[in-house]
C-alpha cells in the first residue's frame, strides 16, 4: 500500500489512505478483506484491476456485511446495524421470546454492593460482556451500562448477570 502513495492512519493502522489531486482512496485492511472507498469510481476500479493482478484479489463488489456489521446504502450516506448480531446475542442467552423492555441502569445503582452468590458461568458472563462491548459500536447509548457491568468481569454475581440480561 505504502509503494503505491498510500500514507498508514496512526489513529488505525490497517486503514491507508491515498489523495492525489482530487481523488481519494481509502482503504481498510482486515486479514484477508479489503474495504475500498473513494470518490471516484474510475481510480477505484482502476485500484481494483491493479490489486487483482498483484494479490489474486476477488472483487465482492458492493460492501454489504463485515466483521459482523451489515451496511445499508443509502442515496447519500452509509448506514451501519449490528441487528442480526444483536439477534444472535438474545438468542444465545436465551431470551428470544422475551418482550421488550425499556429499563435504563439507574444512575444510583448498587451493584458494586452485590452481595449475593456468585454467577456460576463466568465464561458465559464474559462472552456476554465482551459481545455487548462489540454491539455498543452501533449503538453507543450502552455504553454507560456495559461499562459498569465490564468492572465485575473477575467474579461476576447473579445480580451481575441479571442486570446484563
Same mark, same amino acid.
Given at each position: 500500500?505504502?509503494?503505491?502513495?498510500?500514507?498508514?492512519?496512526?489513529?488505525?493502522?490497517?486503514?491507508?489512505?491515498?489523495?492525489?489531486?482530487?481523488?481519494?482512496?481509502?482503504?481498510?485492511?482486515?486479514?484477508?478483506?479489503?474495504?475500498i472507498l473513494g470518490n471516484n469510481h474510475v481510480a477505484i476500479k482502476k485500484f481494483k484491476?491493479?490489486?487483482?493482478?498483484?494479490?489474486?484479489?476477488?472483487?465482492?463488489?458492493? @460492501?454489504? !456485511?463485515?466483521?459482523?456489521?451489515?451496511?445499508?446504502?443509502?442515496?447519500?450516506?452509509?448506514? *451501519?446495524? %449490528?441487528?442480526? /448480531?444483536?439477534?444472535?446475542?438474545?438468542?444465545?442467552?436465551g431470551l428470544l421470546g422475551a418482550k421488550p423492555a425499556n429499563i435504563p441502569m439507574e444512575?444510583?445503582?448498587?451493584?458494586?454492593?452485590?452481595?449475593?452468590?456468585?454467577?456460576?458461568?463466568?465464561?458465559?458472563?464474559?462472552?456476554?460482556?465482551?459481545? @455487548?462491548? !462489540?454491539?455498543c459500536f452501533t449503538r453507543p447509548v450502552l455504553c454507560y451500562r456495559i461499562h459498569i *457491568?465490564? %468492572?465485575?468481569? /473477575?467474579?461476576?454475581?447473579?445480580?451481575?448477570?441479571?442486570?446484563?440480561?
Amino acid at each position: 500500500m505504502l509503494t503505491c502513495g498510500f500514507k498508514q492512519s496512526h489513529a488505525d493502522y490497517s486503514l491507508f489512505s491515498l489523495h492525489h489531486d482530487d481523488i481519494r482512496l481509502h482503504v481498510l485492511v482486515c486479514v484477508d478483506d479489503l474495504i475500498i472507498l473513494g470518490n471516484n469510481h474510475v481510480a477505484i476500479k482502476k485500484f481494483k484491476t491493479y490489486l487483482s493482478r498483484c494479490l489474486h484479489m476477488k472483487d465482492l463488489r458492493k @460492501l454489504k !456485511y463485515f466483521l459482523g456489521v451489515e451496511v445499508a446504502w443509502g442515496p447519500e450516506r452509509i448506514f *451501519l446495524c %449490528q441487528r442480526k /448480531y444483536a439477534l444472535d446475542i438474545i438468542s444465545e442467552t436465551g431470551l428470544l421470546g422475551a418482550k421488550p423492555a425499556n429499563i435504563p441502569m439507574e444512575q444510583n445503582h448498587r451493584l458494586a454492593l452485590a452481595s449475593g452468590p456468585f454467577f456460576s458461568d463466568l465464561e458465559q458472563y464474559r462472552r456476554l460482556i465482551g459481545r @455487548l462491548i !462489540y454491539l455498543c459500536f452501533t449503538r453507543p447509548v450502552l455504553c454507560y451500562r456495559i461499562h459498569i *457491568l465490564s %468492572q465485575f468481569m /473477575y467474579k461476576p454475581r447473579v445480580e451481575h448477570w441479571d442486570a446484563a440480561l
